[in-house]
């Protein structure tokens, strides 16, 4: 590099390592300038003469710089150094969240805390897992999978919720919305069934219905479907007291 071809102003040299002792400190920024000087082709001479170096202490610097890089030029004397880059503060890591379903009760647990919601309540479930998915604690393929939805269908709720509110996530369609699948012959068969396997097996689960009804009567209903329904009709408030009552009535009718 030719310096000729530079136009140095003494003032403005002064003002700007002024500044830079502020922020490095007059020790490191001597021993940046004496690099620098060496690196343009000053000689070792001349650079002690206008910094004021010892020429073995500049022998020394060129030697530590060469070899250990910029942390030669750095005061030791400050702990921590001045010229490395600070290191970024570690991204917290987020909670871990998992889902289920057990009893006809979703389960949503957030580190090692656990938030119940029945299957009657689908509106509550589905804000929650989108909130998460707002604030980045759940992705759009666990969202998507826990709400059987499409990913795209998922990701464009959760930005309906941050922008309308739960009112957005409500079904805006007018008119009379039909059951197709639990016909008033469905639910009278998933109650008959429901009693069956109270007799039977003193308990019901979701599974367990899906699994008789389609061997009865051949329907495919989904689990989680089951459940909610049984929820609506008040069906799994007594499932734990109904076979109680079975038993004590058929002790009653033995009698006569």
């Known amino acids: 590099m030719d310096c000729d071809q530079f136009n140095f102003c ?3 040299s002064h003002k700007r ?3 830079a002792k502020t922020i490095f400190g007059s020790h490191v920024i001597k021993r940046i300038l ?3 000087l060496y690196l343009l082709g000053a000689s070792k001479p ?12 500049l022998r020394t610097l060129l030697y530590r710089v060469h070899n250990d890089g910029l942390s ?15 290191p970024e503060p570690e991204e917290p890591e987020l909670s871990k969240v998992s889902l289920g379903e057990i009893e006809g009760e979703y389960h949503i647990n957030l580190s090692g805390s656990q938030l119940n919601i029945p ?25 998507a999978n826990a709400l059987q939805l499409s990913e795209d269908r998922a990701g464009r709720l959760a930005k309906k919720l941050s922008e309308e509110d739960v009112e957005g996530l409500l079904d805006q369609r007018q008119g009379q919305q039909q059951d197709y699948v639990f016909t008033p012959e469905v639910k009278g068969e998933l109650i008959q069934q429901f009693v069956i396997d109270i007799v039977q097996d003193g308990k019901v689960s979701g599974e367990s219905l899906s699994d008789h009804l389609k ?8 689990p989680r479907s089951i459940l909610r329904y049984l929820s609506d009709m008040g069906l799994s408030n007594i499932r734990r007291t109904l076979p109680n009552y079975l038993d004590a009535a058929k002790k009653k009718s033995s009698k006569f």
């Open 10 to 12: 003494p003032k403005l």
């Open 17 to 19: 390592i002024e500044q």
């Open 34 to 36: 004496s690099w620098s």
């Open 46 to 57: 001349m650079i002690c003469s206008a910094l004021d170096f010892k020429p073995g202490t």
């Open 72 to 86: 030669a030029l750095e005061d030791r004397r400050i702990k921590g150094g001045t010229l490395q880059p600070k």
């Open 119 to 143: 299957v009657s309540n689908p509106l509550l479930y589905k804000s929650i897992l989108l909130c998460l998915l707002n604030n980045k604690l759940l992705s759009r393929r666990e969202v």
């Open 215 to 222: 061997e009865r009567c051949q329907y495919s209903l989904s």
